[in-house]
């Protein structure tokens, strides 16, 4: 059972990291002959891992018809701001006391790290150090089901390969990132959630950005 599991997570990540290098892309039938072949595993623990990435939304399982990489739509893009800008604003509020200044100073460093990145087009590093920026707080929650529901949501909305980089709205996350880190030091908690809910992760707000990153019709 242990060494299933593990085979489970392996071919779990294994197919992460294709869809991520665009191997596998939205629309694309996944071969699971091939794949089983491949790697030379049956297609029991490959359909196991299958499941889990249909419940987190990367594929669609269809009787009689294969396994397809699902195509994000713009309803589903709206939907997942509306949710993460939600739940940050209220872990915001909640952990507010809890940040000292060793917080401060790792949040201006990772937007460091991130402009630094950006400038060098280590994409990669750049989303993950994202991640690591909305971590330093997320993290402070004693709410152990947060990352499980926020980060599929972000994986969903960033880990396809991007097409294409809209350099005004990647400086513009980043000056938002300053700004939540002023309101932080002013000892603003309502303006720092605010900031996450009405402007960071607000589809209203980013939809020009939006719209034109997932290349969807006006």
């Known amino acids: 059972m242990l060494n299933m ?3 489970r997570e392996q071919l779990y990540q294994y197919l992460r990291a294709e869809m ?8 694309v039938t996944i071969n699971l002959n091939a794949i089983s072949q491949e ?11 299958l ?22 739509t713009l309803q589903e893009v709206k939907d997942f701001y509306e949710i993460i800008g939600a739940l940050e604003a209220v872990v915001v509020q909640n952990v507010f006391a809890l940040l000292r ?22 994409y990669a590093r750049y989303y993950r150090l ?7 707080f ?26 294409i980089y809209i350099d005004e709205w990647e400086q513009r996350n980043m000056e938002e990132h300053d700004r939540f880190i002023a ?23 980013q939809e020009n950005f939006i719209r034109a990153f997932y290349q969807q019709n006006p």
């Open 5 to 7: 599991q593990s085979l």
């Open 20 to 27: 991520e290098s665009g191997t596998l892309a939205p629309g």
């Open 39 to 49: 790697l030379g595993i049956s297609k029991t623990p490959l359909r196991d891992a």
């Open 51 to 72: 499941i889990q990435l249909e419940a987190e939304g990367f594929v669609n399982i269809l009787p009689r018809r294969g396994v397809v990489v699902r195509k994000l």
């Open 101 to 122: 200044s060793s917080h401060i100073q790792d949040l201006k460093r990772l937007n460091e790290d991130q402009r630094r990145a950006y400038r060098q087009k280590a």
């Open 130 to 136: 994202n991640l690591e920026f909305h971590g330093v």
């Open 138 to 163: 997320l993290n402070l929650s004693d709410n152990r089901n947060l990352q499980n529901i926020l980060l599929p949501m972000k994986q969903r909305l960033y880990d396809f390969p991007r097409q």
């Open 183 to 205: 309101s932080i030091e002013a000892g603003d908690q309502n303006g720092a959630a605010r900031l996450m809910r009405t402007v960071h992760w607000s589809f209203t707000y």
